[in-house]
């Protein structure tokens, strides 16, 4: 059968070859599924100025439809999307600009967390000087319900399983 290629942005394989793949990476399809796989890592600030520039669409304004979907070239925001985006811009450049002045960074973040978690550990390794034993991993009482597991799951019964007469020694 050959070797085949699978694109990841399109979801589909074909036979691998030069003229195939030319024809598949140079299609319109594939450009169009590419570039909505890169718009999900831009950041707000540029889907803000792109959007801002853009007429609104009259379709789908009128019908909440557009025939050309995440491709039409005029902007299928609204007003109260647009100012929720506006927001969260301003946001993301307030605490970009903490940063940068060396401000207290808001509690409830990774570095603050980070912080605590390494305080906590160089407590705990000067107060014991001999590292503990990890205790053996147990399920909670109760758990897993005995019921629920297949036979050859079951913990044996207290001295043991039975042995069939049959193959017992003797």
């Avoid at 050959?2 to 694109?7: D, E, L």
């Avoid at 603050?112 to 000067?126: G, V």
Wanted: hydrophobic share 30%; aromatic share 10%.
């Amino acid at each position: 059968m050959g070797k085949r290629y699978f694109c990841d942005y399109c979801d589909r394989s074909f036979q691998d070859n030069l003229h195939n793949r030319k024809k598949h990476l140079n299609g319109v399809q594939h450009l169009r599924a590419k570039r909505v796989w890169y718009d999900l890592f831009r950041d707000a600030a540029a889907i803000l100025q792109e959007e801002q520039t853009k007429k609104p669409c009259r379709k789908f304004l009128q019908t909440g439809q557009c025939d050309f979907g995440s491709n039409c070239r005029f902007s299928h925001m609204t007003e109260q999307d647009l100012e929720k985006l506006s927001a969260q811009v301003q946001g993301e450049q307030r605490s970009k600009e903490l940063r940068q002045e060396g401000a207290d960074v808001p509690p409830g973040t990774i570095e603050d967390w980070l912080e605590k978690r390494a305080k906590r550990l160089s407590a705990a390794q000067s107060n014991s000087a001999l590292p503990e034993k990890p205790a053996p991993f147990q399920y909670p009482p109760g758990w897993p319900p005995v019921q629920d597991l297949p036979p050859s799951l079951q913990a044996p019964p207290p001295g043991g399983w039975p042995v069939p007469p049959n193959l017992q020694w003797g």
